[in-house]
């Protein structure tokens, strides 16, 4: 079976730190990726996807960044956090192969930016 | 904006059939019905998905109208760990340049299951 893990589970950063979160997915191959962020009370706003490694999209503008160095990894990163980079951060997985599919989520990362 | 409307808020006791309407009057052709589940500081779990015909499996009921203007998620018997935020979303599987993929998550209902 699949099961995607994320880590870590809690973070609290100062303002211009930088950032790294890592997503990974066991038990499936070549996975479309997601990065979705969830500000408090809120619903998820997606933030990357990816169809295959190095293949990054970028849903919306932002102090983030993400890669996709491996076919099951899928990382998220800031140079600089921002006070409005606090939030959920939520990866998920769907079945690849260039098509859309059911997607199934991690345990996610709480980020408090201070 | 998410494509579908649902009740901010339901309250279920326990044991009773929690029955959770979603309307989505704008569905395409070609868009499925989801239904995600979020309790409090977790993931989204997926419940269950369909496209025209009602669906069951282990953990609820999907009925969806005859015209998909509108359908309703099923959990038989509400316990109180079924208490949570519950979203409705349509989406296709069809990639293209205005779909990539992504869940518009509305508001979805906050199901309170009562002992």
């Known amino acids: 079976s699949q099961t995607i893990h994320q880590w870590p589970a809690t973070l609290v950063q100062p303002v211009g730190s930088p950032l790294s979160l890592e997503c990974t997915v066991e038990?499936?191959?070549?996975?479309?990726l997601y990065w979705y962020r969830q500000a408090a009370g809120r619903g998820l706003q997606l933030l990357f996807y990816?169809?295959?490694?190095?293949?990054i999209s970028s849903e919306v503008p932002q102090n983030l960044s993400a890669s996709r160095p491996q076919d099951r990894q899928f990382i998220l990163s800031s140079k600089k956090l921002l006070l409005s980079d606090s939030g959920f951060y939520l990866c998920a997985w769907s079945g690849g192969q260039g098509k859309a599919d059911t997607q199934y989520f991690g345990p996610g990362t709480r980020l408090t930016v201070l | 904006d998410a494509k579908t409307t649902q009740p901010p808020s339901m309250d279920c006791a326990e044991g009773r059939a929690a029955n959770l309407p979603c309307n989505h009057s704008t569905i395409s052709g070609n868009e499925y019905v989801y239904w995600y589940r979020q309790i409090h500081s977790q993931g989204p779990q997926y419940i269950i998905h369909?496209?025209?015909n009602n669906e069951t499996n282990e953990m609820a009921s999907l009925i969806i109208t005859e015209d998909r203007k509108s359908s309703t998620l099923i959990l038989p018997h509400a316990t109180l760990r079924d208490t949570a935020v519950y979203y409705c979303?349509?989406?296709?599987?069809?990639?293209?340049?205005?779909?990539?993929?992504?869940?518009?998550f509305g508001q979805g209902t906050t199901l309170q299951v009562k002992p």
């Open positions: 038990g499936t191959s070549n996975p479309n």
């Open positions: 369909g496209l025209k």
């Open positions: 990816s169809v295959g490694i190095g293949q």
């Open positions: 979303i349509v989406t296709s599987f069809e990639w293209s340049s205005s779909n990539t993929g992504k869940l518009i």
